[in-house]
């Protein structure tokens, strides 16, 4: 089953606005990653945020978390073309044994218009 | 290119035929995972690999399903007697395993059609 649940399912942007998808979890994690996903292609890494951490940076990205509200928000800035794709956020559980496999939400598909 | 490979990258296949996919992982990762896309999903865990040792099965994995990684290197998987339902997208990713807070990097996926 899915752990997380993104929002907004889909997203339609204008060149150079920012972006920001959301992603809600369930139970308690030993971190959060985002990947992307280009139309039938594999995922991509983007940034991965430990449980200890409440905000991080990688270049036009930045993924905040609140595991109060069980919760992470990726915001991409000064958006272009070639972001268009599926975001996924995929969470590493904390629970032993079962540390080590990542469970994706059903992710927000970003379209971004030149 | 040192990243995660699959082969084949797409496979249509007849109802009831066996199908076997490769993974060669990045060459100095202990760890491989498979998961399974449908369309408009999230991938979903099937099973993992440290070394040679498959660790962790998903309840999805069901019994014509197998993977091996005999030598701790590359990996197969195989699906036995196909069914519609099996049509999805297979990914593999592997990891290091370093601090516990490990990236899973993912391979272009096998797309498989069953007809």
């Known amino acids: 089953s899915q752990q997380g649940e993104e929002d907004p399912q889909a997203l339609s942007i204008q060149e150079g606005e920012n972006a920001t998808m959301n992603c809600s979890y369930k139970?308690?994690?030993?971190?959060l990653q985002w990947y992307r996903q280009n139309s039938g292609r594999g995922l991509v890494h983007l940034i991965l945020?430990?449980?200890?951490?409440r905000e991080k940076h990688s270049g036009r990205l930045r993924v905040t978390l609140d595991t109060s509200k069980k919760s992470s928000s990726l915001l991409i800035t000064a958006s272009r073309a070639a972001d268009t794709a599926s975001y996924f956020c995929?969470?590493?559980?904390?629970?032993?044994?079962?540390?080590?496999?990542?469970?994706f939400g059903s992710g927000t598909q970003l379209t971004v218009l030149p | 290119d040192t990243g995660v490979s699959q082969d084949p990258r797409h496979k249509i296949t007849k109802r009831g035929q066996n199908v076997t996919f490769r993974c060669d992982p990045i060459?100095?990762?202990?760890?491989l995972y498979w998961y399974r896309q449908t369309l408009g999903q999230g991938p979903e865990f099937l099973t993992y690999?440290?070394?040679?040792?498959?660790?962790?099965k998903s309840r999805l994995l069901s019994d014509r399903f197998s993977a091996e990684r005999p030598k701790g290197s590359f990996s197969t998987l195989e699906i036995q007697r196909t069914e519609q339902g099996d049509s999805a997208m297979y990914l593999c990713?592997?990891?290091?395993?370093?601090?516990?807070?490990?990236?899973?990097?993912f391979g272009p996926g096998t797309r498989l059609l069953v007809l």
């Open positions: 990713a592997s990891s290091l395993t370093r601090t516990g807070q490990e990236t899973q990097y």
């Open positions: 139970t308690s994690i030993n971190n």
């Open positions: 945020i430990r449980s200890n951490e």
């Open positions: 995929a969470t590493g559980l904390l629970s032993s044994g079962s540390a080590r496999q990542l469970t």
């Open positions: 060459s100095e990762h202990n760890r």
């Open positions: 690999f440290q070394n040679e040792a498959q660790l962790e």
